[in-house]
């Protein structure tokens, strides 16, 4: 992760000609490109949890429409959990 960003004086300097901007620049476009990332890895995650979820589910409706009980209990506890 990058340190905070700081302008020295964003007055007098642009972000292409001070020396220590390009520096900054690069580290908030890193710091953005990380975000970035982190969000669609947790949105991946959410989309995948959501599809166990929908999968046992059917699994659970399967198993009340074939009467069996023993799985139908577990399956519960793992919609439970989730």
């Not at 220590?20 to 620049?25: E, F, I, L, P, V």
């Not at 959410?46 to 139908?72: I, V």
Request: proline residues 2%.
């Amino acid at each position: 992760m990058c340190a905070p960003v700081q302008l020295l004086c964003p007055m007098r300097y642009s972000v292409f000609t001070a020396n220590g901007s390009r520096k900054q620049y690069l580290c908030t476009v890193v710091c953005k490109q990380e975000a970035l990332a982190e969000r669609v890895k947790l949105y991946r995650t959410w989309k995948d949890d959501e599809s166990n979820l929908a999968k046992k589910r059917e699994l659970k409706s399967r198993f009340e429409s074939s009467h069996k009980t023993d799985k139908l209990n577990e399956t519960n506890r793992e919609i439970s959990e989730v």
